[in-house]
């Protein structure tokens, strides 16, 4: 069975652009989160989905925002990017109310 | 005051040696995981936690839910365990994690 896949592995975005990351949960997860890890840091939260909504939101403006499709699988997306957006965004799955889960390997986005 | 707390930050160890990783944290939990990070950025998950301890190989994790503390052990440490690990505090509410800063592990041969 695949684990949690992510996409793009790697991007680099221009001041200003908008930018989308996909997350695959494992299959029969229906939890997807994404998390920011800012070089030397650990990693922040920044949103999670159940069910195809929102159930939790971390300090992040509005630029930050994400969505989770019928089939479980979700999207981040980042608009107006900043320098500090650089960072690597994780996304791990899980399959409900258990703590146990899974992370992708990452997409690591660098904004120049 | 950061809600996960762990040290040392940084650790160089003679491989061989035995190593011991600590996390302390303040919130309420419902399982403590630890992460081990490659310089690639992916992140393995190693073990989830709520009591005692558990071992996989040559690590060992405890946790002392009274005293809001948890090791992670390496034992015979070897120079492919160097990496970065994370302690990760899920809350009780079980919708985000809580992470510590990490610990950067670098055995030497």
């Known amino acids: 069975d695949a684990g949690v896949t992510q996409s793009p592995t790697h991007l680099i975005k221009t001041r200003g652009q908008h930018v989308t990351l996909r997350c695959s949960p494992i299959s029969g997860h229906k939890s997807v989160s994404w998390y920011q890890q800012v070089l030397g840091q650990g990693p922040q939260f920044i949103f999670q989905?159940?069910?195809?909504?929102?159930?939790g939101r971390g300090n992040f403006p509005d630029r930050f925002s994400a969505r989770q499709f019928p089939n479980y699988s979700s999207e981040l997306n980042v608009n107006a990017l900043l320098l500090g957006d650089s960072a690597l965004y994780l996304c791990?799955?899980?399959?409900?109310?258990?703590?146990?889960?899974?992370f992708g390997s990452g997409t690591r986005l660098t904004v120049v | 005051k950061n809600e996960v707390e762990q040290s040392p930050q940084n650790l160089t160890a003679q491989e061989g040696e035995f190593i011991t990783i600590n996390c302390s944290y303040s919130?309420?939990?419902?399982?403590l995981h630890w992460l081990q990070q490659h310089p690639g950025g992916g992140i393995v998950s190693l073990f989830m936690l709520s009591s005692g301890k558990k071992k996989h190989g040559r690590l060992i994790a405890t946790i002392n839910i009274q005293e809001k503390h948890s090791s992670l052990h390496i034992t015979a440490s070897h120079p492919r365990d160097s990496a970065v690990y994370i302690c990760a505090a899920n809350l009780n509410t079980g919708n985000q994690f809580y992470f510590g800063t990490g610990t950067s592990l670098t055995v030497i041969p």
């Open positions: 989905y159940y069910e195809k909504e929102e159930r």
């Open positions: 791990a799955s899980r399959r409900g109310g258990g703590p146990g889960y899974t």
């Open positions: 919130v309420g939990i419902s399982a």
